[in-house]
Every structure is written in structure tokens, then in C-alpha cells.
């Protein structure tokens, strides 16, 4: 991500981006019923989603994803009251919850490392 703040990102968008969904989720708790409802409200935005990196894991001689999904989104695009710490991205009809994210120092990009919910087919 260093470098793309350094290019036209417009541009970058147009060659290199696909569709995603933004998903922000808010969480309640119902202490009637014991449940956590969720709301959530889903904006379409471009996302250039890069090739997963893969790193050996201590303990083990497998090589497992670090993340399942890697994003870089434009700050613009997301709704004014975005909260990544609590969002999900949803690509190729498979729903990811956000694990982390970096913003580029000029804040006008956000790189995201997400993971698969849900089933795993």
C-alpha cells in the first residue's frame, strides 16, 4: 500500500478495481430474549483486492493464508460513519469480516485484511 498513495488512485481504481459491498454491521443485545440482533446496511463501493500471502506458521508444516481476503478501498466511498472495526466485505457472494485495517497517510485510501464467515465451500 506504500506505494499505490503515490500513483493516480483514480486510475488504479479504473484498471484494477472489482465490485465489492461494504456491510456495516451494528450489534444489539435484547436481554429479553438472551439474542444479539444484528442490523446491517450495505454500500456498493470498488475495492482492488490483491492476491492473498501466505506465510508458514510456527509449530506446523503447512502454509496457511494470513488473511482470506486483502482490500484496498478508497476512504471517500464509504459511508461518513463507517467503523471498520466492525464491518464486513462481501466478494464473489462470500461475506468477510474485517481483522485488521491501515489507513495511507494521506488518509484517502484503506487497506483491509479480512476473513471468511459463514460456510466455507
Same mark, same amino acid.
Given at each position: 500500500? +506504500?506505494?499505490i498513495a503515490h500513483i493516480d488512485r483514480d486510475r488504479a481504481f479504473d484498471d484494477w478495481s472489482v465490485p465489492v459491498v461494504f456491510r456495516q454491521v451494528v450489534q444489539t443485545y435484547d436481554p429479553q430474549t438472551? &439474542? =444479539?440482533e444484528e442490523t446491517a446496511t450495505d454500500t456498493a463501493v470498488?475495492?482492488? =483486492?490483491?492476491? $492473498?500471502q501466505s506465510s508458514p506458521h510456527p509449530g506446523t508444516v503447512a502454509v496457511h493464508p *494470513?488473511? @482470506?481476503l486483502a482490500a484496498i478501498l478508497r476512504t471517500d466511498d464509504l459511508?461518513? *460513519?463507517a467503523n471498520l472495526a466492525t464491518a464486513r466485505l462481501v +466478494? *464473489? /457472494? /462470500? @461475506?468477510?469480516q474485517v481483522r485488521s485495517f491501515t489507513r495511507s497517510s494521506d488518509?484517502? $485510501?484503506v487497506e483491509v485484511l479480512a476473513v &471468511?464467515?459463514?460456510d466455507h465451500d
Open positions: 500500500m +506504500h506505494n438472551g &439474542r =444479539v470498488q475495492a482492488i =483486492v490483491r492476491p $492473498l *494470513d488473511a @482470506e459511508p461518513a *460513519d +466478494h *464473489d /457472494q /462470500q @461475506e468477510y488518509s484517502q $485510501l &471468511r464467515i459463514g
